[in-house]
């Protein structure tokens, strides 16, 4: 009699490592190409909502017959401290977080005083750029905040107020003399973890603002923060969320550059080695010669 006899073969141990060898060496490979296809659509997203937020910007404009000012600190002004960007919340199709600030102020005008006005810990995707991993959202003393990573452009600093947003600012477009194409909107600027304010209202540099709704590209930081001995004036350089002077210009988490938004609508990339050429862009009217980067 005749026995059928089926023969399994074992997987030797050399066999094993090799496979694993390939797997490891694929996922080698594979990993940084899938990490900059990630980086790329998240800078090209991050254009889109700096696209947006200008286009608003627009609408503004268009209903008001001028940009809003970036922040307004008058004691008698009815919606002090209030940012930029939540005053374009109805051209954003945020209309209901734009009733959520009308009901507010009209409960509290104190933003900063109990009860906290709502928004202040309301997320707006628009103003968070998608390479920021806090997505939005601080908890700083055990306070949510709702962050932004994008700041109006103030010009060559808070003080000099020669760009398009900046503290008590009304800049009409007539008034850009340099040309909208030329002429910086909106620019990228990550908070730090110990931001005390976000999109919804601020305080700033001496209640100016400043590094919180706007920030100007050559920022003298002797006043800012002396006691870190950041450089002064600014410059448009790499930083990070542990950077002690990250705060005072404008950076991102984009690999080697940032995304700004124009006068006209446009977004453009830049790299930091165009940080000789912003000082001419930040300025409405300044009649400069914009050089070759």
């Not at 600190?73 to 209309?95: G, V």
Request: hydrophobic share 35%; aromatic share 10%; proline share 6%.
């Amino acid at each position: 009699m005749k026995y059928n006899r089926s023969y399994r073969y074992a997987v030797t141990l050399i066999e094993v490592l090799v496979v694993c060898g390939v797997i490891a060496l694929l996922v080698g490979l594979l990993g940084p190409a899938v990490q900059r296809v990630r980086a790329t659509a998240n800078q090209t997203s991050c254009a889109n909502n700096l696209h947006q937020i200008g286009l608003a910007l627009h609408q503004f404009h268009d209903s008001n017959g001028k940009l809003p000012p970036a922040t307004l600190h008058r004691l008698n002004a009815p919606d002090r401290y209030l940012n930029w960007h939540a005053r374009i919340l109805p051209y954003l199709e945020q209309d209901a977080l734009a009733e959520i600030t009308r009901v507010d102020f009209a409960l509290n005008p104190y933003v900063f005083h109990s009860p906290r006005h709502r928004n202040h810990s309301n997320p707006v995707p628009v103003f968070q750029c998608p390479s920021d991993p806090r997505k939005g959202v601080i908890v700083n003393n055990g306070m949510k905040l709702a962050i932004t990573d994008y700041l109006g452009n103030s010009g060559l600093s808070r003080v000099s107020r020669d760009g398009t947003l900046y503290l008590e600012s009304a800049v009409r477009f007539s008034e850009i003399w340099d040309g909208m194409s030329h002429t910086l909107l909106v620019g990228e600027r990550p908070p730090p973890n110990d931001s005390t304010t976000g999109w919804y209202a601020s305080v700033g540099v001496h209640g100016s603002g400043s590094t919180t709704s706007h920030l100007g590209v050559r920022e003298s930081t002797d006043d800012l923060e002396a006691k870190y001995l950041c450089p002064s004036p600014s410059h448009f350089i790499k930083a990070t969320l542990l950077s002690v002077c990250g705060h005072t210009h404008f950076w991102s988490f984009h690999t080697n550059g940032a995304n700004f938004a124009f006068c006209d609508g446009s977004v453009r990339f830049f790299s930091y080695s165009a940080d000789s050429i912003l000082p001419a862009l930040a300025t409405r009217a300044g009649g400069e010669t914009i050089p070759t980067e």
